[in-house]
């Protein structure tokens, strides 16, 4: 078996309300003193009225998606002055840049969610794309995030859309992990934890998805709606953290990065590109009990079963046959599937599309 390197955590993590308070007193225990903020801006509108610094701060707007390019551009504006620490505030773009930047400079990062749509917040990797946004590649820094701080009372004011993404992205985690893994004799106590952890990640999200979205429409912070969050933030990230690259991406996300390559997709949620990768994936294993099992919650969550519910309305073959072939790209996490024929993933879309409607 190959080793697995575990980055289990960011060094610090807390998520209660009104844990940004506590921002100005945490930098001064950590001995920072001169943030650079990174944020987007619908973000910094959210967040802004929860943060309330004694320290300078230098505040860089990012533009587009996480880029070299963008990285690039960020790193040298966040260094023109002694910048000791990178905040990063927003979504999983936001995150990504902010971590990428904290690389590059040889920084610590804290990192603060505006919406729960991804474990970008604990993960320490970020996702490239180049210029068109199309995917190029996934990296793993040597250092994971240095503080997390989830503030619910932002979160539960995010659009529902995102929420209803990141249930999709993380319901994943459990269908990628259990492809890469059922097949192990044995199985080492750290792919234990992240398995555990997906097996929480589908469960629970099930379980209290339609509750969470429900108290996220009314902007009311529940117990169940928490659950949700730390749900994908938390035990999202645990997967990969601690199964490595048998907890990261296999099938599911391929699929995605297929359809990144797609131009109709691109106004689409990473979550819901994914979420339809689920089931790409599962007709691939041929597990249709499995479809079947989940389709009457991706119906109650608004998941997408189809590519007409991605944007693709005409010339669908030639669209299946652009996704088949950028998800089976050399590198493609679906190799650790053993799946490099793109007929394969052809078919299983062909599949998926003649499911019974709605």
């Known amino acids: 078996m190959d080793v697995i390197r575990v980055k289990g955590a960011p060094n610090l993590y807390l998520c209660y309300e009104g844990v940004l308070d506590d921002l100005p007193s945490l930098l001064n225990k950590h001995h920072f003193q001169r943030p650079a903020i990174i944020h987007g801006e619908a973000s910094w509108q959210a967040a802004k009225p929860f943060i309330h610094l004694e320290e300078p701060a230098t505040y860089v707007q990012y533009h ?4 070299h390019q963008e990285v690039a551009r960020v790193r040298d504006e966040a260094s023109v002055v002694d910048t000791d620490v990178i905040i990063g505030v927003g979504g999983g773009k936001v995150l990504d840049i902010a971590k990428a930047t904290g690389d590059t400079l040889h920084l610590p990062v804290i990192l603060v969610p505006t919406l ?10 970020s996702v490239f ?25 932002i979160i539960v004011q995010s ?18 992990a259990d492809v890469l893994t059922r097949h192990l004799e044995s199985k080492p106590i750290p792919l234990e934890i992240a398995l555990h952890a997906a097996g929480l990640c589908r469960d629970v999200l099930l379980r209290e998805g339609k509750n969470a979205i429900t108290a996220l429409s009314s902007q009311v912070i529940t117990p169940e709606f928490l659950q949700v969050v730390e749900t994908i933030i938390m035990a999202g990230g645990m997967v990969g953290s601690f199964g490595d690259h048998y907890g990261r991406i296999s099938g599911a996300h391929s699929i995605h990065n297929g359809l990144t390559y797609v131009n109709e997709t691109h106004d689409y949620l990473h979550g819901d590109k994914v979420a339809f990768g689920v089931l790409v994936q599962l007709a691939i294993e041929d597990r249709l009990d499995e479809i ?4 009457p919650y ?15 309305l005409e010339n669908k073959a030639e669209a299946i046959s652009i996704i088949a072939h950028g998800a089976t790209k050399p590198g493609e996490s679906i ?24």
Not at 163 to 175: E, M, P, S, V
Request: hydrophobic share 40%.
């Open 292 to 295: 079947s099992f989940l389709l």
């Open 335 to 358: 190799h650790l599937m053993g799946i490099s024929d793109r007929t394969i993933v052809e078919k299983a879309i062909y599949k998926i599309e003649n499911l019974k409607p709605r």
């Open 129 to 153: 794309y180049d210029n068109d946004g199309n995917f190029l590649e996934y990296t793993v820094f040597n250092q994971s995030t240095y503080m997390v701080l989830v503030e619910p009372r």
């Open 64 to 67: 587009g998606d996480c880029t």
């Open 298 to 312: 991706y119906k109650e969550l608004e998941l997408p079963i189809s590519l007409a519910e991605l944007g693709i």
């Open 116 to 125: 729960a749509s991804n474990c970008a917040a604990w993960t320490p990797l």
């Open 159 to 176: 659009p529902v859309d995102y929420l209803r993404a990141g249930i999709g992205d993380t319901i994943a985690k459990w269908y990628e």
